[in-house]
Each structure stands twice: as structure tokens, then as C-alpha cells.
């Protein structure tokens, strides 16, 4: 079996980064000026460890409960999450002219996934220059109609805040309602989708349509298309699931017209891909809706980017692998095969995810005994890909809101393992066992 090559000493100390982070973002929240009541240390704790890791589920209401430089705080977290901690490092000392070690440049690699050691560099200024650009697009595009609701600063302020939450697939809202008021207006609808699409495509992805586009490249690489084909499949998808089983349901979309129910349909589909806006109050929907939107949760988004969940590469590469097993063939795709190294991480990867799921949701359950257990899956899922949408606590927070002080340290937890992804959490957590050069007898099992 072909063993995976991944630095454990470089995951373990990222992840442990990501908590420290965390826990520096929460002393900062706990400050007066950050806040608008009081708030406990956990509370804050949940909040920073949800914003660094994208995932925008609450349990303090963001427009309400924090000030103007609580809300910078957990922007600030948000932008660093997104990019990562050590991409800002590096950037830091790119402007300040010092050189990277190989240790730190590997530190680097694994954090941004990127597929090689040459040109690292390189493609770190380019995803800097292509992030911030994107934002200060989407920015204008939201200012240009949030200035017909409200007066310029707040409509800069909260075009600002939006535009990052989006595109680093965030889902925090300044709003007190989030972006429930906006359901039917279709500027908003589109921009922030957009966003939220680009974001979880993948910074590789990204450069890679770009140079495409000015014919740099000859072709695109077999990632880039497979990340494509199964981001618009899986969107359309789950958009056909939400307004199928939704469409005759008067508590969420059946009384809409048309138009209305596709939007909703789409806007919901897209952020199931780990973005966690909501224009529809989700404890609405069927139980069958909340059950495929656990499922699309988990899949997620591409890697390399701002996307959580087990990747939609992960999926495409165990499809593949199971329609070619079928067939007693090599397992190919666009003319090319693809390595037994790619198929037992994605193996890997989906079957810890699964096993870490049904753990978590099982103590979920025992501990909050008086609640369904449907929507603890899909909390769980939601804190699991860094999504972040959630059926609520009857307000505008988090099911997390209600929770006792253990689960709420639970769903930190698979916030924060979520952001590193499940593959590196346990290579974080286990050590490699030391090698052993025997030949075991091979051993016969009936499947």
C-alpha cells in the first residue's frame, strides 16, 4: 500500500497554531470596547474559533452583541483563517526582505496545499494579489446596493465585511437577521453566491483559469477540471434536491413564486458548500432536505482555498475509482490514470470522516438528550466542513446557542480540526509508527 507523504511535525504545528490563534482572538473579544454585553470566555472562545476557521456558526449575534472593533476582530480572523496564518507570516517576510528557510517554506506548503516546491513564492504573492482583489471587487459590487438601503459608511462597512465572509466562505453577518432580508433581491443573491463559488474553487484553481485565460497555459490540469465538473455538478445537484423537496413546503419556499424558489434553491445549494449565509430559516425545511444537506456539507469544496469538508476531489476521485473497479479496469480519468498514492487518501479521508462524524454526533446526542437528532448531524456537519448554517435556536444564533458548555467545546473542536481538514487532524493527533521490515502472511477475508 502506497503510504501518504504528509509532515506530520508540519500539520501538528500548524493546527496548533490555528488554536493559539483562537485563543488570541478570544482575549481580544473579551476586551469592553469589543463588545456590547457582557459575554463569557467560552462564548468568545466559539466565536473566534469559528471565525478563524471560516465556518460562521454563532452564539453571540455578530451585529448586536459586538461593537464596530468587535466586528473588525472577528474580520480580521476571518481574513486570516482564509489565507492562513502562515501566508501572512510569509508575506511579512517577502515585504520585509528576509528569506524563508526550507523548514518554513515547507510550513507553507502544507498550509496552502500547494503541489510542489518550486515557485512557491511566486504563487504566494499571486494568491495575496488575486485574494485582496477579488474582495475590493465584490466589495464595490455589494457597496453599489447596500448604499440604497443605508448611508455610505454603513453600506462601505458592511459591503466590506460581506465581501470577505463570502469569498473566504465565512458566512458571518453583520446583519442582525443575516441576509434573510435579501432573499428575493437577486444583485445580492448573485454577488454573494459568486463569491462564495470563486472562493471554494481553490487558489490553485484560480491562478491556474486565469493564466488559462491569457493563454499562458495550453491546457488545464487534470485537478482544475475535475475540481470544475464536480463543483457544477454538485451545485446543480443540490439545487434540484432543495427545490424538489421543497418546493409544496409553505413554511419555506411553496409560497414563492417561480423565480423565487429556484434563487432560494441555488443560494441555499451554494452555501452547503461551506459558506453558511442563509436566506430561508432552515428548521423549516423537511427532514429529508436537512439529511441531503448534511451529505452536501461534508463533500464541501475544493482544497487549496477557503472550502472545508472532505473536498469534492475526495468524492471524484472514489467515483472514479469505484466505476472503473466495476469494470476491472485501471482507474482513469481525461486519458489519464490516476495513482494508488491519490485513492487510498481519499479512501482514508472519507472513512475517518465518516467514523469522526457519527463520533461526534453520538456525544452530541448523549449530552443534548432533548433535542432531535437530525438537526444535531446537521450541526455537526455543518461545524465539521466549516459551513456554518444551522436550523437555529428560534432566534437568529446557532443551534450551538443552546448547547451545554461540553458540546459547545465539541464544536470547536470540529471547527478547528475542520479548517486543517480530518486527514491532517489525525496525522496531528497520532504518531507514526516506527518501520518494521517484516513480511506479514497475507490473510484471506470474504467481502
Request: hydrophobic share 55%; proline share 2%.
Amino acid at each position: 500500500m502506497a503510504k501518504l507523504s504528509l509532515d506530520r511535525n508540519n500539520i501538528r504545528i500548524l493546527f496548533i497554531g490555528y488554536i493559539l490563534i483562537a485563543l488570541f482572538g478570544t482575549f481580544i473579544l473579551m476586551l469592553p470596547i469589543m463588545h456590547t454585553k457582557p459575554i463569557s470566555f467560552l462564548d468568545a472562545f466559539f466565536t473566534s474559533a469559528s471565525a478563524v476557521s471560516m465556518t460562521g456558526l454563532i452564539v453571540l449575534n455578530t451585529s448586536l452583541d459586538f461593537s464596530f472593533y468587535g466586528q473588525l476582530v472577528v474580520l480580521l480572523l476571518i481574513q486570516i483563517g482564509g489565507l492562513g496564518y502562515m501566508s501572512i507570516a510569509m508575506a511579512l517576510y517577502i515585504l520585509v526582505r528576509k528569506k524563508m528557510s526550507f523548514g518554513e517554506k515547507n510550513l507553507l506548503r502544507e498550509s496552502l496545499i500547494y503541489p510542489g516546491a518550486d515557485g512557491l513564492v511566486g504563487f504566494l504573492k499571486k494568491v495575496l494579489f488575486f485574494v485582496f482583489a477579488i474582495e475590493i471587487v465584490g466589495a464595490v459590487l455589494l457597496f453599489l446596493r447596500f448604499k440604497l438601503d443605508m448611508n455610505l459608511t454603513d453600506a462601505l462597512w458592511a459591503s466590506i465585511f460581506h465581501s470577505i465572509s463570502a469569498f473566504n466562505n465565512a458566512g458571518f453577518s453583520i446583519f442582525e437577521s443575516g441576509l434573510m432580508p435579501y432573499r428575493d433581491d437577486f444583485w445580492i443573491n448573485f454577488i454573494i453566491t459568486s463569491l462564495i463559488i470563486i472562493g471554494g474553487l481553490g487558489y490553485f484553481v484560480l491562478l491556474e483559469l486565469y493564466f488559462f485565460s491569457k493563454k499562458r497555459f495550453a491546457s488545464l490540469s487534470l485537478h482544475t477540471k475535475l475540481v470544475l465538473i464536480s463543483t457544477i455538478i454538485l451545485i446543480i445537484f443540490a439545487s434540484l434536491i432543495v427545490f424538489l423537496f421543497e418546493y409544496h413546503n409553505p413554511k419555506s419556499i411553496g409560497e414563492f413564486s417561480l423565480f423565487d424558489k429556484i434563487m432560494s434553491a441555488y443560494f441555499t445549494a451554494v452555501n452547503y458548500r461551506t459558506a453558511g449565509f442563509n436566506t430561508l430559516d432552515l428548521s423549516t425545511f423537511k427532514d429529508a432536505s436537512l439529511f441531503f444537506g448534511s451529505l452536501f456539507m461534508i463533500v464541501g469544496g475544493a482544497p487549496g482555498g477557503t472550502a472545508g469538508g472532505i473536498k469534492v476531489t475526495t468524492i471524484a476521485v472514489l467515483l472514479i475509482y469505484a466505476y472503473w473497479s466495476i469494470k476491472d479496469s485501471n482507474t482513469r480519468i481525461f486519458n489519464f490514470e490516476i495513482p494508488s498514492e491519490t485513492i487510498n487518501k481519499a479512501f482514508i479521508i472519507a472513512v475517518s470522516s465518516i467514523v469522526y462524524i457519527i463520533t461526534c454526533v453520538l456525544l452530541l446526542s448523549l449530552i443534548e438528550d432533548d433535542k432531535s437528532f437530525l438537526p444535531l448531524l446537521f450541526e455537526t456537519s455543518s461545524a465539521f466542513a466549516t459551513v456554518g448554517v444551522s436550523v437555529g435556536d428560534g432566534g437568529t444564533l446557532s443551534l450551538s446557542a443552546l448547547f451545554s458548555s461540553e458540546s459547545k467545546l465539541i464544536v470547536i473542536l470540529l471547527m478547528l480540526s475542520g479548517r486543517v481538514g480530518v486527514l491532517a487532524f489525525l496525522f496531528s493527533i497520532f504518531f507514526k509508527e516506527k518501520e518494521k521490515y517484516l513480511n506479514y502472511p497475507k490473510g484471506k477475508i470474504i467481502l
